[in-house]
C-alpha cells in the first residue's frame, strides 16, 4: 500500500520561511506530488504539485527529492493566514491520491 | 474558479436509515471522488468515479456505495447507517486522466448517526 508520512505538527513565526516535510516511501515514476492545505471548516485547497523538478506558484514552492521519497513545501513568509492543515499525496497514474494524514500548522505572532 | 457544491453541511441520521449524500461539480470534470476525514487519520479514499455510470473502489468502501448517473453529480450512499460512519465527508473533482491536475474539494458534510 502507498504510503505518505508527515509530522503531525510544526510551528513557525510570522514572516519566517516555513519548510514543512513529506516522505513517499512508495511513490512510483509516474506518480505526482500534491500539497493541499486545509482552513478550518473549509475543505482542502490546492496548493501545489510536481512530478520531478522543484515548483514554485504564488502560494508556495515545491522542493522534490532526486530519488522523489521525498518532498517539501516551503512558505518563503509565514502569514498568521497560512496557519491550517497540510497534506502531502502522491498518486494519480490510477487516478487517485493517497494522502498523508496531515501536518497542523501554528504560526506565531 | 471550479465549484464543487456538497448539499449539506451538516446531517444528523438515525442508525439503519439509508443515507445519501450529494456532490455536484460544474467544470465539466470527468474523475469525482469521496473521502472521509477522521481525527488523526487524514483523508481517506472511499470511491471514485472516472466517468458516467463508471466508479471504483477506494481504501475503505465497506458500508458505502455511489451513483453517478451525470457527469456533474455523484452520489454517496450509506445503505444502513451506522455509528462508526459518523464522521466529515468531503467531495472533490479533478480534469484528465492523469495525476497532473489538482483536485478541488468541497467543504465537506459533518455526518452525525445517532
Known amino acids: 500500500d502507498a504510503k505518505t508520512t508527515q509530522p503531525n505538527s510544526m510551528e513557525s513565526n510570522e514572516e519566517e520561511p516555513v519548510h514543512l516535510p513529506c516522505n513517499h516511501s512508495?511513490?512510483?515514476?509516474?506518480?505526482?506530488i500534491h500539497w493541499y492545505r486545509q482552513l478550518p471548516s473549509q475543505g482542502p485547497e490546492y496548493v501545489i504539485h510536481?512530478?520531478?523538478s522543484n515548483v514554485n506558484n504564488r502560494m508556495a514552492s515545491l522542493a522534490i527529492a532526486e530519488d522523489r521519497k521525498s518532498s517539501t513545501l516551503i512558505l518563503h513568509r509565514a502569514t498568521l493566514r497560512d496557519a491550517a492543515v497540510y497534506y502531502c499525496?502522491?498518486?494519480?497514474?490510477?487516478?487517485?491520491?493517497?494522502f498523508g494524514k496531515g501536518t497542523l500548522l501554528t504560526v506565531n505572532p | 474558479d471550479v465549484k464543487v457544491t456538497q448539499s449539506s453541511r451538516y446531517l444528523v441520521k438515525r442508525t439503519g436509515e439509508k443515507v445519501f449524500l450529494e456532490c455536484v461539480q460544474d467544470?465539466?470534470?470527468?474523475?469525482m471522488f469521496w473521502y472521509r476525514q477522521d481525527p488523526g487519520l487524514g483523508l481517506r479514499l472511499i470511491y471514485f468515479?472516472?466517468?458516467?455510470?463508471?466508479?471504483e473502489k477506494g481504501d475503505i468502501p465497506e458500508g458505502y456505495s455511489v451513483s453517478r448517473e451525470k457527469k456533474e453529480r455523484f452520489s454517496l450512499i450509506l445503505e444502513s447507517a451506522s455509528t462508526n460512519q459518523t464522521s466529515m465527508y468531503l467531495c472533490?473533482?479533478?480534469?484528465?486522466?492523469?495525476?497532473?491536475?489538482?483536485?478541488?474539494f468541497g467543504d465537506g458534510t459533518r455526518l452525525s448517526i445517532l
Open positions: 468515479s472516472y466517468d458516467v455510470k463508471m466508479k
Open positions: 510536481g512530478l520531478t
Open positions: 499525496s502522491d498518486g494519480g497514474s490510477n487516478y487517485k491520491l493517497t
Open positions: 512508495t511513490i512510483s515514476g509516474t506518480d505526482y
Open positions: 467544470m465539466d470534470h470527468e474523475n
Open positions: 472533490a473533482s479533478t480534469f484528465g486522466t492523469w495525476g497532473n491536475q489538482p483536485q478541488h
